[in-house]
């Protein structure tokens, strides 16, 4: 086995801070529950697609810059991306050849899980839960994983990222 050249880091960081960027991004009051887990989407994309090059070291460091955005007790995301994405390594193989509309069922209780364990935590807190919006997020993502694949496996493909 040879050793190939790693190229394209800047892609998966870049990718990593649009999800962000639109995780702040401002909605109207009615749209902000439906708000889709961009990071989440984003990490469970590139550990599927280069499961040798991110993983769960990578996922606790988006969950920590996503509970800094969000404002929320350090380390909540991060345990939540983490679990997420140990998931997603060992079930990589799996994924990758599942339809596009399969990936978006697995997608649908990945970000779920994400969502439970930081209702988990926030439980620990006492912060009482949202309401059934809280779910919200999670079938908005797995309706837009489809689109959000197809365009990083483009952007992928494009800058060779290895």
Not at 57 to 80: N, Y
Request: proline share 6%; net charge positive.
């Amino acid at each position: 086995m040879r050793n190939e050249p790693r190229h394209g880091a800047w892609v998966i960081a870049m990718s990593v801070a649009i999800a962000l960027m639109l995780t702040m991004l401002p909605l109207p009051e009615w749209a902000e529950h439906a708000r889709p887990e961009w990071v989440t989407l984003v990490v469970i994309y590139w550990v599927m697609a280069l499961p040798q090059r991110i993983g769960v070291g990578v996922a606790w460091l988006c969950g920590l810059l996503l509970d800094v955005v969000r404002g929320a007790v350090l380390g909540q995301h991060a345990l939540a991306l983490t679990v997420v994405a140990f998931i997603t390594l060992k079930l990589h193989l799996r994924l990758r050849v599942y339809p596009l509309w399969q990936q978006g069922a697995v997608v649908l209780m990945l970000v779920a899980l994400e969502q439970m364990l930081v209702l988990w935590v926030k439980g620990f807190l006492g912060l009482s839960p949202e309401g059934w919006y809280y779910w919200l997020p999670a079938l908005v993502s797995a309706l837009l994983w489809p689109w959000l694949y197809l365009i990083l496996r483009d952007l992928r493909r494009h800058f060779r990222v290895k």
